[in-house]
């Protein structure tokens, strides 16, 4: 594994980078009140590639990598989390149409994607019932032969990112019983606006507030049999692969998280004086920016290595399981100390600490808990 950067990637890291501080940072508090992303950030994203980083120039993707995608990521949350999820899931979106669905699916859906003026890529797996333990999902998608083989779904899903704005969504569905679980789950491309799917009041979340978390109701659906993702009854596998990609890049995104906090943390420290020094000569303050450089540090190598075995055709679950719970746990604990850092200021939002802790706390939540990760890489240890 490289640690330092090719040159694409670092080309994709700078560009991020300066999209992120010029015109992402500046809204983000904004963006967490108003709790909404303007057209124009997404937009801008895509324009420069950073919705379809790892997909192929053939369907209007960067072909820049899985490397070149979890460093973007990183420097997108950087400046705001919101921003950051919603580009994290649109990728995670396009990959999956680009590489289980046929050429034409790709280029009906992935080129809209990668452009971010048409909506975004929304994962709509969980259900109310149905959110660690997808196999126990209940909607149902089911054959209607008399209409050339269309689908009909019936159902509802819950805490789906980005729904409000979604172009499409890779919905899964039961098309056998209950009792074949995870054997009899296939997927479905939705549009964002198809008849028969009611999209919900997002809910009013503690942190990425600009990025919409909405249930979703299905009811005599209808798609036509060519919007099946991938084989009949595959769709829970189509679902897993696709997670573990997910997963580098809520790595990704914990990482900018605390890096932001990290570095506001260093200048309150230098500037904020106490006891006749600026904190930051404090020993009690240095060992906590030394913790948190450390986590930041050791987060970052994680989700490099397990982006690195992705983009290099190696299996990476364990890896990104690995990642995404060191580095969402590590962020949590970063952003925790840098509002103890700014003291009584860091409770207020005068100053960006509290949101961070906000944004970081759903990083062990979403695309599997840390408890998932914990299953999943103890079942590789004891395999
Ligand atoms: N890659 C490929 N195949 C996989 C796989 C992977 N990573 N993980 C499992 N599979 C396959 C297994 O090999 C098995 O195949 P066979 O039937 O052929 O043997 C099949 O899938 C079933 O696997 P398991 O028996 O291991 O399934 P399980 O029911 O025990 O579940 C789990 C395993 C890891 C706990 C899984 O359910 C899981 O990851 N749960 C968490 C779900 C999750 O992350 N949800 C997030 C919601 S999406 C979201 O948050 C997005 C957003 O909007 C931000």
């Known amino acids: 594994m490289r640690l330092s950067p090719s040159e694409t990637q670092t080309l994709v890291q700078r560009t991020a980078r300066e999209f992120a501080e010029r ?20 937009r801008g994203l895509g324009e420069l590639g950073l919705l379809a980083v790892n997909v192929s120039p053939d369907v209007g993707g960067a072909g820049a990598g899985a490397v070149a995608y979890a460093l973007a990521v990183q420097e ?29 699916q790709a280029r009906h859906y992935v080129a809209d994607l990668a452009r971010g003026d048409a909506g975004l890529g929304c994962f709509a797996l969980s259900e109310a019932g149905a959110g660690s333990d997808p196999g126990a999902m209940t909607t149902t998608a089911r054959r209607d032969g008399s209409h050339g083989g269309d689908w ?6 819950q805490w789906i990112s980005g729904g409000s704005a979604a172009r499409v969504f890779i919905v899964w569905a039961r098309t056998r019983p209950i009792e074949a679980a995870s054997k009899g789950i296939s997927c479905f491309l939705v549009d964002g606006n198809a008849a028969g799917l009611r999209v919900g009041r997002p809910e009013d979340k503690m942190g990425v507030r600009g990025s919409s978390t909405v249930p979703l109701e299905f009811s005599g659906c209808r798609v036509p049999a060519s919007a099946m993702l991938g084989a009949e009854n595959e769709g829970f596998k189509i679902a897993m692969m696709a997670l ?3 997963r580098i890049g809520i790595s990704s995104q914990a990482i900018g998280i605390a890096r932001a906090a990290l570095e506001e943390s260093v200048r309150y420290a230098k500037d904020r004086r106490t006891f006749g020094a600026p904190i930051a000569e404090h020993q009690a303050i240095k060992w906590k920016l030394a913790d948190m450089q450390t986590r930041i ?15 290099t055709g190696r299996a990476f679950s364990r ?40 944004d970081a706390r759903v990083t062990t939540i979403y695309e599997g808990t840390s408890e998932i990760q914990r299953l999943v890489i103890a079942r590789s240890a004891l395999a």
Request: include cysteine.
């Open 297 to 311: 540090e050791a987060a970052h190598l994680l989700s490099m290595r397990a982006a690195w075995m992705k983009e």
């Open 319 to 358: 890896e990104a399981a690995i990642a995404k719970l060191f580095a969402s746990e590590s962020a949590i604990a970063v952003c925790n100390d840098a509002v103890q850092i700014h003291g009584g200021y860091g409770y207020t939002r005068d100053f960006a600490a509290e949101r961070h802790l906000r």
């Open 244 to 246: 573990d990609g997910g």
């Open 152 to 157: 009909v779904l019936d159902g509802a899903k």
């Open 76 to 104: 997108i949350a950087r400046a705001c989390a919101s921003t950051a999820v919603t580009m994290s899931v649109t990728n995670m979106v396009g990959e999956a149409i680009t590489h289980f669905g046929t050429p034409a």
């Open 23 to 42: 015109v992402v940072r500046p809204l983000a508090a904004d963006i967490d009140a108003k709790a909404r992303i303007p057209d124009a950030v997404v």
